[in-house]
């Protein structure tokens, strides 16, 4: 199983954005705030799973807003070099920061390096309670290339150049970002359960697995997240995601607004963003987090607007119909 960018790359969240905005013919009207304690506090407007439980708990000490921001989009065209605004990409990640954001996911391959060079000049020293979570395993000989090295020699490099770039101390949350079908997992953790126990990483969480890969895992050391593609449209990690809700495993999807492939224009997506007077993304997203308590959605942008609009849909709630009709449309 290839890394998420093996697909996210030929698919733009931005890109991704006007054809989902297109196929469900959604009125667009964006819900801009600009205070945390709005967007996440107890009088939010939000689904009954979302006002009883706004926030999750990685392994036991890590609390985190539900809704976080993926820092792979802050990067250059095809996830490759500097972005072409560097000064919007910071922008970007302290906006994120403003709006309550206090989970950033990232990756030594997003760049390769940039991603996380761009965290830390935009945001160093940290904020209390911001949670940056890196993945290692991945690497980028070209644009557009994605080749798994999960080898623990490698692993043990890339985790230390995470800390040099993130000008950290210690990871809170590493992530293997694929499992290289050359090496067996069993190895790859032991190598971060080194490191673990050297104290360059709090937890550990995987990317890319299946039910059986993270039982497996787990033999090795806890793991605390999973990282796998799911959306509205693509369930293919559903029983994934039962697995993380029964042993409260945090689940990250990726790609999570999904690309409104072959919806209809009455579909149910563009029936509630009408009602709500919202857009289908945010939707999409307010469908996530009613999904599951363990869901950790974590869309990423390089459009301050965009993003804004993103971490709105934590107010959106959806009626019971709406929410059931919506699910009713997994392919």
């Known amino acids: 199983m290839m890394g998420d960018e093996s697909l996210e790359p030929k698919r733009a969240l931005d890109v991704t954005r006007r054809q989902f905005l297109g196929a469900a013919v959604a009125s667009g009207a964006a819900l801009l705030v600009g205070k945390s304690d709005v967007i996440f506090g107890a009088d939010s407007s939000t689904t009954s799973k979302m006002a009883s439980n706004p926030t999750f708990t990685l392994g036991g000490d890590l609390t ?4 976080g921001f993926g820092a792979m989009r802050i990067t250059g065209e095809r996830i490759w070099g500097w972005p072409p605004d560097r000064q919007n990409a910071l922008k970007v990640l302290r906006r994120a920061v403003e709006l309550g954001v206090n989970l950033i996911d990232t990756a030594d391959a997003y760049g390769p390096d940039t991603s996380e060079l761009l965290i830390a000049e935009a945001l160093y020293r940290y904020p209390k309670g911001l949670v940056v979570a890196t993945k290692g395993g991945l690497t980028r000989p070209g644009p557009g290339q994605w080749v798994p090295n999960c080898r623990p020699e490698h692993l ?3 985790l230390e150049g995470s800390l ?3 000008r950290l101390e210690r990871i809170d949350l590493y992530q293997l970002h694929t499992v290289d079908r050359k090496v067996p997992l069993e190895q790859s953790l032991g190598a971060l359960k080194e490191m673990q126990d050297a104290g ?4 550990v969480g995987l990317s890319n697995v299946s039910t059986d890969e993270i039982v ?5 050391l806890p793991i605390v997240s999973v990282q796998n593609e799911y959306n509205i449209e693509d369930r293919k990690s559903e029983r994934v995601l039962v697995y993380c809700e029964k042993e409260n495993i945090g689940f990250l999807p990726w790609f999570p607004i999904g690309g409104g492939r072959g919806l209809k224009p009455e579909n149910p997506l563009n029936a509630a963003a009408k009602a709500h007077g919202v857009s289908v993304v945010q939707v999409a997203l ?3 987090l009613e999904r599951s308590p363990v869901m950790l959605p974590i869309p990423g942008t390089s459009s301050v607007p965009h ?3 993103n971490i709105a849909a934590a107010k959106l709630k959806l009626t019971p119909e709406e929410w059931k009709a919506i699910d009713a449309l997994a392919g």
């Open 156 to 158: 043990k490099q890339a």
């Open 216 to 220: 497996r895992a787990r033999k090795v």
């Open 286 to 288: 307010a469908w996530l």
């Open 200 to 203: 360059k990483i709090r937890h």
């Open 307 to 309: 993003l804004e609009e």
């Open 164 to 166: 040099k770039r993130l």
């Open 64 to 67: 985190v807003n539900r809704l």
